[in-house]
């Protein structure tokens, strides 16, 4: 179930491509994970990771701070699968950046992480239940 209530698995009764329902929950969480990553493990600055993201500087210090992503951005940072998926990105991105390519080509990495999460929490829902609650995963 998504931590915001509604979720594609739980609402049979509406269409909705899994995207839609990304959009609004697992994306900002990814790229909250995502930032963390690159700030942790790079270095980079606010402004330099609102320019990758797409958003303002402020709309980043709320990735950094947990303020944006919800509880999805601790199942990626929590479940080690998840993780290495999203430092994988964030690596490919500063890779790009290094080479003064655009990251834009790292874009697929997204949907592929997105698909990703979706499954996880379809095939272990009790886990994330318990680490969206706060309790341990074993």
């Not at 899994?18 to 990553?37: F, H, S």
């Not at 303002?56 to 999805?72: C, D, E, M, V």
């Not at 996880?120 to 680490?131: F, M, Q, S």
Request: hydrophobic share 40%; aromatic share 8%.
């Amino acid at each position: 179930m998504s931590p915001y209530g509604t979720s594609y698995w739980d609402d049979e009764d509406k269409l909705m491509a899994p995207c839609e329902e990304a959009a609004k929950d697992i994306l900002p969480a990814i790229k909250a994970a995502i930032a963390i990553i690159l700030r942790e493990h790079y270095g980079y600055s606010i402004t330099r990771l609102a320019k990758i993201l797409g958003v303002t500087p402020t709309a980043a210090q709320n990735y950094l701070n947990g303020k944006r992503g919800g509880a999805y951005l601790k199942l990626l940072l929590t479940i080690p699968e998840l993780r290495s998926e999203v430092e994988e990105a964030a690596e490919a991105i500063n890779l790009l950046r290094e080479k003064g390519h655009s990251v834009r080509t790292a874009s697929f990495l997204l949907c592929r992480i997105c698909r990703d999460v979706r499954y996880y929490v379809e095939k272990n829902r009790a886990e994330c239940d318990l680490v969206l609650r706060g309790g341990r995963k074993r």
